[in-house]
């Protein structure tokens, strides 16, 4: 019984090997891509690309274990979440407040230090950011914040009914 059980494992693991999701990897740089749109510099570049991007932008560099199922399940949904929560490569799709507020959030996420993930970090150490790539993370995105609002006045006025209780 007990063999038979483990054979029906073995061939539904295998069995599921072949349902992968669509990898998020693109050709290019998407049109919308926040590096097309605002000035990113350097150093912020860089700590986007080592502990952002693969979660956050259309092009995830994935590591070897993404192979193998159900790993590969559970890596595509964090990276579906990702993207729905801020997506760089199509940041500039967001109206302009929605923008801000996305901005907001990563300022929050690197205050709070609750991004990148603890798992992500726990297999990707690179991704560990110093208080230094920490603060500068956020003096960018407050820079940019400020700059969206200065671009964009119109976006922040209150409309009737937009009220807080």
């Known amino acids: 019984m007990i063999k038979k059980i483990l054979i029906?494992?073995?061939?539904?693991?295998?069995?599921?090997?072949?349902?992968?999701?669509?990898?998020?990897?693109?050709?290019?740089?998407?049109?919308?891509?926040?590096?097309?749109?605002?000035?990113?510099?350097?150093?912020?570049?860089?700590?986007?690309?080592?502990?952002?991007?693969?979660?956050?932008?259309?092009?995830?560099?994935?590591?070897?274990?993404?192979?193998?199922?159900?790993?590969?399940?559970?890596?595509?949904?964090?990276?579906?979440?990702?993207?729905?929560h801020f997506n760089l490569s199509e940041f500039a799709e967001y109206p302009p407040k929605r923008a801000e507020h996305k901005l907001e959030e990563l300022v929050e996420s690197q205050t709070d230090h609750w991004m990148p993930l603890e798992s992500y970090q726990n297999l990707h150490p690179e991704a560990r950011l110093t208080t230094d790539e920490n603060q500068t993370l956020i003096d960018w995105a407050n820079e940019l914040r400020a700059q969206i609002k200065t671009t964009h006045p119109e976006a922040f006025i209150p409309k009737p009914g937009d009220e807080k209780h």
Do not use: F, M
């Open 8 to 84: 029906a494992l073995l061939v539904i693991l295998v069995i599921i090997q072949l349902i992968r999701p669509t990898p998020n990897v693109s050709a290019e740089q998407s049109v919308n891509d926040i590096e097309k749109h605002y000035r990113v510099p350097q150093d912020v570049k860089l700590i986007l690309d080592k502990a952002c991007r693969d979660c956050h932008s259309n092009n995830t560099n994935y590591p070897w274990y993404n192979a193998v199922q159900p790993v590969a399940w559970y890596l595509n949904d964090h990276i579906v979440d990702g993207k729905k």
